[in-house]
C-alpha cells in the first residue's frame, strides 16, 4: 500500500515536474539527466539488439559499398572521414557520434540495431526501412574502417567533405549520451 503510494506520488511528480526542464538542443542538461538517459539508452540497445557478427566479410569491395551508403545517408550528420565536424551548422544534443574510432564500444549487432532503428529523442534516423540488412551490414564494415584510413583516403574524403555546404562555425568536441561523458576520438 505504502508501496504503491509512493509510487504514484513519483510518477506525479515526475509528469508535474519533467515539463520544466529545457528541452532545447542548445542547452546543456544537468549531469543527472545526462546521466540517466545515457544509461537507459545504452541498457535499452544493449537488451535489443541481436548478438550477432556482421555475416558479411570485410572484402575490399564490401567495404567500398558501405562506403557509398555512408557518404549518401550519414556524411552530412557524422562527416566524410567519421570526424562529426560540423557540416549542417547547427546544434545537437546529443551532439553527433564520431564514428572516427569505428564506435569500439558497440558490438556488429548493437550497431546495426542503432542504424537499422535510429535513436528516439536524439538526431539519429532509423534506416532499417529503407534499406536491405546488407546495405546496413557494408556500412558497419565501412564504419569499423574509419580508424584505419589510408593517408590517400583521408585525402579523398576530405575533399568530398570540401564539397558539401561548409559554414564557419564548429561544434563543440562531440560528447555522445552513449560516450559517458568521454570524447569519441
Ligand atoms: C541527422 C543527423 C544524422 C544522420 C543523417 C545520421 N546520424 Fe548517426 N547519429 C546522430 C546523432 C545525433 C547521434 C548521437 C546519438 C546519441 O548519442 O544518443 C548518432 C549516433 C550514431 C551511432 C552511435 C554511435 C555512438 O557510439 O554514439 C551510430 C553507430 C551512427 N549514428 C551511425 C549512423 C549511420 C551509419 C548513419 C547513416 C546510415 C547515420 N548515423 C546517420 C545523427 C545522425
Not at 564504419?143 to 555546404?165: D, F, S, V
Request: charged letters at 20%.
Amino acid at each position: 500500500m505504502v508501496v504503491c503510494a509512493c509510487a504514484i506520488a513519483a510518477a506525479g511528480a515526475l509528469v508535474v515536474i519533467a515539463p520544466q526542464l529545457n528541452f532545447t538542443a542548445r542547452a546543456t542538461p544537468s549531469w543527472l539527466e545526462t546521466r540517466l538517459a545515457g544509461y537507459v539508452l545504452r541498457r535499452a540497445v544493449r537488451n535489443h539488439a541481436a548478438a550477432q557478427p556482421n555475416p558479411l566479410p570485410a572484402t575490399a569491395e564490401n567495404i567500398k559499398a558501405g562506403e557509398h551508403e555512408y557518404l549518401e545517408h550519414c556524411a552530412v550528420c557524422h562527416a566524410p572521414d567519421g570526424s562529426a565536424r560540423d557540416l549542417l551548422g547547427a546544434d545537437f544534443f546529443p551532439p553527433i557520434a564520431r564514428l572516427a574510432r569505428g564506435a569500439p564500444s558497440w558490438s556488429d549487432g548493437e550497431l546495426y540495431y542503432i542504424i537499422a532503428n535510429g535513436i528516439r529523442y536524439t538526431g539519429m534516423p532509423g534506416f532499417g526501412q529503407r534499406h536491405d540488412p546488407g546495405e546496413i551490414w557494408k556500412m558497419i564494415l565501412w564504419i569499423r574502417h574509419l580508424p584505419h584510413l589510408t593517408a590517400q583516403e583521408k585525402a579523398e574524403l576530405n575533399q568530398r567533405g570540401e564539397c558539401m555546404p561548409q559554414h564557419e562555425q564548429h561544434s563543440p568536441a562531440p560528447l555522445s549520451y552513449f560516450s559517458r561523458g568521454k570524447r569519441l576520438a
